[in-house]
């Protein structure tokens, strides 16, 4: 049975416990405590740090998938600062994607309860490494590991109401400068490594994207020791989105072209790729009644689903072709930032949302 106090309280449990992605052993082994606590058998850590729990393994037939990731964006490794004030808990990563891993996990305590034996096995994953360079690792286990097997696919982590469908792909790549460099004064002339780089930074910049889905940006820069030295190094962390494999060729392309135009006027980078996230979409009937059950729950607990595009675990079923979306359950701002909020109020709407959808699935709404 849902209670404010016992939602809040493990939300502000969790929500402390550091997590950077491929970090989040501790995450990991509060919540393999927290489920094997509540009766959960067999609970298991693979390799990729993910804690997974089946419920009713022994049922034959294909697997339906939840999961909600444990990493967040920050890298801090002591405890992360939490404050509540009123309705809102603000604090680094109290949102994106704690509270939905809090909700899924009381909503899969309550379907436990419940009895109910589902038309297929139930797999509930707390997932790891979805944020930035994490490279969807957990979610690339998941669908080797269940390869054949998974009927449907679902990640909670979104803003109430947000029914993500369409994945938004990402290729990400450090690209680095090198010269001999040189005093500022005596070796006034010779090649500059951040002047170079600014060369390239201001062609991508004003590079032109296939379409109005396709993005790119150059994240950070680094280079450089003192004013008065030229710099012999300088480094950028550069990425693309697209929604789609062509818009990413695309990209692609221009970035080789505009590497080897720098080349031509004596400008030398090398460009090493950090990271790749798949884009997809499903066309199908069994995509189409998990989208619409997804939306369905949100109407009836008071909510407006709205179809997005975006980046999440999804990204790696939907590129295989496996019914996916992407579910928001709380509603917050601030995602990726230390203001980050939750309001505490909307988490109850969240649970019976969260329970009436797994509820549903496992009494074979998504009968194909």
Known sequence: MYTQQ?????????????????????????????LERIGCENVCVDDAKNVIYTYHPELPGPVDLFCAHTDVVFGDVDELPMTISADTLTGPGCGDDTASLVLMLLALRELRESG???????????????????????????????????????????????????????ERYLITCRTAGGHSYRDYGARNAIV?????????????????FTTCNVGTISGGTTVNSIPSECSITYEYRATSKESMAVMRQQLENLIAECAEQGLRFTVEPIGSRPTGRVESEQQQLLVALAERVIRHNGGYPVRCVGSNDCNVPLSAGI????????????????QETVKLSSLKAGFKATLEYLKQIAQGALDW
């Open 196 to 212: 170079d780089m600014a060369t390239l930074i201001t062609l991508l910049a004003g590079q032109a994207t296939p379409d109005d």
């Open 116 to 170: 109910i034996v589902p038309k297929n096995p139930m797999v509930f994953v707390a997932n790891s490494c979805e944020e930035g360079l994490g490279n969807l690792k957990g979610s690339k286990q998941l669908v080797a590991t269940y390869q054949g097997r998974l009927h449907s696919f679902t990640s909670f982590d979104a803003h109430w109401g947000q029914v993500v469908d369409t994945a938004v792909g990402s």
């Open 6 to 34: 016992e939602t809040e309280t493990l939300l502000l449990q969790l929500a402390s416990i550091p997590a950077p992605s491929g970090q989040e052993d501790r995450r990991v082994a509060f919540i393999k405590a927290w």
């Open 323 to 338: 019914p996916s979306v992407c579910l928001g359950i709380y509603e917050g701002t601030g995602s990726h930032t230390r």
